[in-house]
T-cell receptor, first 114, second 117 residues
């Protein structure tokens, strides 16, 4: 199957850490991505991780990948009000053909309280 | 780098008319571009993959005669919604895949909001 699931909503206080979770089903996925979408806007690529990696850190962002459980998470340290947005995880299955299309998750709305 | 633009940002049209949306990669070449549709509070639904110099590949359930895609150059793809109806009202987003990108990462345009009256 090609279902990528995320929890719908997460609320945190400014300065706290946020952890957004994602589960996917296609174990052949080579890359997994995190995108951010602000209201009325397109998607911004935040980071990605190759499937043979367990962790990747990029400034305030930490991506953890548990390939055995097909679980991906995005941790945002010192969350700011500007981080409020919808976050989508996406997988790139091996079977996507030459174009390697992405399968997007359902999206998690992150609300940061001041 | 890796900027993708879309034009127009929003459009309102009458039922039965056709609307063309442009997607441009501004500072990189993109052999492959993608067109998505997003309904309010929902995820992105891939409509089709646009290939430069060849026909687009449509996802199951997407009418190719209604959603015409042309990938005229390595930096431009267009989506034409023909004979638009109110149910076609949606947020249309394109993305472009960096040809030289190791991870095949896609960069997204800001989206076009289409309202059909």
């Amino acid at each position: 199957g090609e279902d990528v699931e995320q929890s719908l909503f997460l609320s945190v206080r400014e300065g706290d850490s946020s952890v957004i979770n994602c589960t996917y089903t296609d174990s052949s996925s080579t890359y997994l991505y995190w995108y951010k979408q602000e209201p009325g806007a397109g998607l911004q690529l935040l980071t990605y991780i190759f499937s043979n990696m367990d962790m990747k850190q990029d400034q305030r962002l930490t991506v953890l990948l548990n390939k055995k459980d097909k679980h991906l998470s995005l941790r945002i340290a010192d969350t700011q009000t500007g981080d409020s947005a919808i976050y989508f995880c996406a997988e790139r299955p091996m079977g996507g053909g030459a174009t390697n299309k992405l399968i997007f998750g359902t999206g998690t709305l992150l609300a940061v309280q001041p | 780098g890796a900027v993708v633009s879309q034009h127009p940002s929003w459009v309102i049209c009458k039922s039965g008319t056709s609307v063309k949306i442009e997607c441009r990669s501004l500072d990189f070449q993109a052999t492959t571009m993608f067109w998505y549709r997003q309904f309010p509070k929902q995820s992105l639904m891939l409509m089709a993959t646009s290939n430069e110099g060849s026909k687009a590949t449509y996802e199951q359930g997407v009418e190719k005669d209604k959603f015409l895609i042309n990938h005229a150059s390595l930096t431009l793809s267009t989506l034409t919604v023909t004979s638009a109806h109110p149910e076609d009202s949606s947020f249309y987003i394109c993305s472009a895949r960096v040809d030289s990108g190791r991870a095949g990462e896609q960069y997204f345009g800001p989206g076009t909001r289409l309202t059909v009256t």
